[in-house]
């Protein structure tokens, strides 16, 4: 199993938001996360990624297996496209950024710097960490920002060759990335039971 969530809980501003998550997933597998705003999809990623801790339950990767992408781009605007990813390869111990220039329509703009692109190009060179990482596990909080139809398409063909090459994704979305293999996994069943406050509760926590 390429990744294990088993009774996971966690917390956003230490109140609990969700609880006794398990799921699990396996070579050429996607999840999608679905929720409304404010159910718990980013904090049960932060914490799938390793980036704050769980409450409770265990999350179980091989080491050095999980790529995250959130809503930041994580780009330096002073350095070009080429000079990022170049960069993140390095940082991920990875040579070659040519196919990642390639499949997120980059190549183009390979020289530019980052700070003159536009939103939506900025996003694709986001994205485009993904492909210089070499990690099987992504961890996508809500990809698709700022994506016009076409880079959505684009961006779902470069998940489904992920998935074809052996990687999983787990991915909170409300947009349709053309991915039939993807299980969906609904948050609501999972959500904290807040503790009785009692009468004047409510006052109190304003207090």
């Given at each position: 199993?390429?990744?294990?969530?088993?009774?996971?809980?966690?917390?956003?501003?230490?109140?609990?938001?969700?609880?006794?998550?398990?799921?699990?997933?396996?070579?050429?597998?996607?999840?999608?996360?679905?929720?409304?705003?404010?159910?718990?999809?980013?904090?049960?990623?932060?914490?799938?990624?390793?980036?704050?801790?769980?409450?409770?339950?265990t999350i179980s990767a091989p080491p050095d297996s999980i790529a995250y992408a959130a809503h930041a781009d994580g780009i330096k605007g002073t350095l070009s496209v080429r000079e990022n990813l170049e960069f993140w390869a390095a940082i991920y111990g990875k040579a070659g950024i040519e196919p990642a220039l390639e499949q997120m329509n980059l190549r183009a703009l390979a020289d530019r710097a980052a700070q003159n692109l536009s939103a939506g190009q900025k996003r694709r060179l986001g994205l485009a960490r993904l492909l210089v990482s070499g990690r099987p596990v992504w961890v996508l909080d809500e990809p698709?920002?700022?994506?016009?139809?076409?880079?959505?398409?684009?961006?779902?063909?470069?998940?489904?060759?992920?998935?074809?090459?052996?990687?999983?994704?787990?991915?909170?979305?409300?947009?349709?990335?053309?991915?039939?293999?993807?299980?969906?996994?609904?948050?609501?069943?999972?959500?904290?039971?807040?503790?009785?406050?009692?009468?004047?509760?409510?006052?109190?926590?304003?207090?």
């Open positions: 199993m390429t990744l294990r969530v088993s009774d996971l809980a966690v917390a956003r501003g230490g109140v609990p938001i969700l609880e006794g998550v398990s799921f699990a997933l396996d070579v050429g597998q996607a999840l999608v996360l679905r929720g409304p705003n404010g159910s718990g999809k980013t904090t049960l990623l932060r914490s799938v990624a390793g980036l704050q801790p769980a409450l409770a339950g698709t920002v700022s994506l016009d139809a076409e880079s959505v398409a684009l961006f779902g063909e470069v998940v489904r060759t992920h998935l074809g090459h052996g990687g999983c994704a787990l991915v909170a979305t409300h947009i349709d990335l053309g991915l039939p293999e993807a299980d969906i996994f609904d948050l609501a069943p999972f959500k904290a039971r807040l503790p009785d406050l009692g009468a004047g509760g409510f006052d109190e926590a304003f207090l």
